[in-house]
């Protein structure tokens, strides 16, 4: 089993409809991180996590918000989707050494 | 942040030698250089990453420059497996983020 799972891995909503991207992970890390990833781009930071109680914007966080239900959950939500939000978006855990492990993305499609 | 400047593409002979080139002049003294690796419609898998001194592992060499800016990632034997996209991340230790840059996309011929 993969040890960071993401749900869905395609999804395809309107303009306006709220959408939630779940991660759970099996790792036991208490880091966990959401990217997105624009066509021909790098990744680019949307919010981090440290433990259940420690939330932090990243370099791109608006428009989006996130809920750390768990050591393993992190959820990333878009309150009200927009198209140039359109993406591919992964999350990722780290251990102590800062070494990160990313799931498998979800490919999210805003029309 | 510290910044990044990678060749936007690189191509290689398979089984032959590659160096990937990283300048990251900006970086401060207790950043790491980690190097990722993003196969097609993947996410990013962890490669190799060193403080000051050559690195080894199973998967490739990193040779870093004794001023620290600049790093080298070195795959001994390409492989067309080994064909993707490679990023240069220093990793800032204050506030434990990854900056990616746009990385730089290996071609591997057979």
């Known amino acids: 089993d993969a040890d960071v799972t993401q749900t869905p891995r395609n999804r395809i909503t309107k303009t306006g409809k709220r959408i939630m991207l779940e991660c759970s992970q099996t790792k036991g890390h208490d880091r966990m991180y959401w990217y997105r990833q624009d066509p021909g781009l790098g990744l680019q930071l949307i919010y981090y996590s440290f433990d259940v109680k420690d939330i932090n914007k990243g370099e791109i966080s608006d428009g989006y918000s996130v809920s750390r239900q768990a050591q393993a959950k992190f959820s990333l939500s878009l309150e009200s989707a927009i198209p140039n939000q359109t993406a591919l978006y992964f999350c990722a855990t780290s251990d102590t050494r800062a070494l990160q492990f990313f799931g498998p993305g979800t490919r999210l499609t805003v029309l | 942040d510290a910044k990044t400047t990678q060749p936007n593409s690189m191509e290689s002979n398979e089984e032959e030698p590659v160096h990937l080139p990283c300048n990251h002049s900006t970086i401060s003294g207790t950043d790491y250089i980690h190097w990722y690796r993003q196969l097609p419609s993947q996410g990013p898998e962890y490669v190799i990453h060193?403080?000051?001194s050559n690195v080894n592992n199973r998967m490739a060499s990193l040779a870093i420059a004794e001023d620290r800016k600049s790093s080298t990632l070195i795959l001994h034997r390409a492989t067309l497996r080994d064909a993707a996209v490679y990023y240069c991340i220093p990793y800032d230790s204050g506030t434990y983020k990854y900056i990616f840059g746009t990385g730089t996309r290996l071609k591997v011929l057979a």
């Open positions: 060193g403080l000051t």
